[in-house]
């Protein structure tokens, strides 16, 4: 990833198949997002608009849409007059997104779970089944994790508490990824013993018990990411002073 000449990175994109502008603020959000998640444009990176619209055959306004959306995620953060950047947090910010994950998420498990039937159970099963065998990998653990408790959620009907929740996943998806890919077999194993005990209350009906595992389970990786604080950066006081973000 090239440097410029104020230190910040360029997000090299890969070309893109050419669309209409009409449906192309959704493609390239889905495009940028994929990518942030998936660890291929890194915190901090800067987000070219010009090369964006250059990739996708379109005018600037689709990808201003995009990168509209994606503020609205807390995937990217875009400063007036400056540009775009992959959004970037400070230990301290991580661990506040945390605790009220720690909180939201077991009150929107309350509205799924007695809506959940056998058949929902039983791919809750099979996806605790895959993370254990996935092990070391990481990719395939994120992607099954995040499945794993969209689908404990799946019975849910709510008009803001569901987004606020994918938005706060977002935000810390960088971050997690980084944390994940450095634990070790017990780590590994306390985490896929907890998707089982959450399934065993779920299916018990015994809700409260399955809420109390849920924020266990939050509330242990806010704490080991608190350890990790060389995952994270203070911004310098130019940039902090600029308002920009910082690299």
Known sequence: MPDREDGSHLVALPR????????????IADYVRDHILAGSFPPGARIRQEELAAQFGVSRVPVREAL?????????????????????????????????????EPLLLRYSAPQLTSVDFDELSRLARRINEVGADTDAFLSLDREFHQATYSGATTTQLGGVITKLWNSTGPYRRAYVASWGPELRRIANEEHHLMIASLRDGDFEDAERVLAGHIRRTRRQ???????????????????????
């Open 225 to 247: 990411l608190a350890r990790s604080g060389d995952l994270f950066h203070t911004p310098s006081a130019e940039h902090l002073a600029k308002g920009t973000p910082w690299q």
């Open 16 to 27: 893109a198949r050419a669309t209409r502008d009409g449906d192309a603020g959704a493609r």
């Open 68 to 104: 509209r959306a994606l503020e609205f995620e807390g995937l990217v953060t875009v400063v007036a007059n400056a540009g775009a950047w992959v959004s970037r947090l400070t230990l301290a910010e991580c661990e506040e997104i945390y605790q009220m994950r720690e909180r939201l």
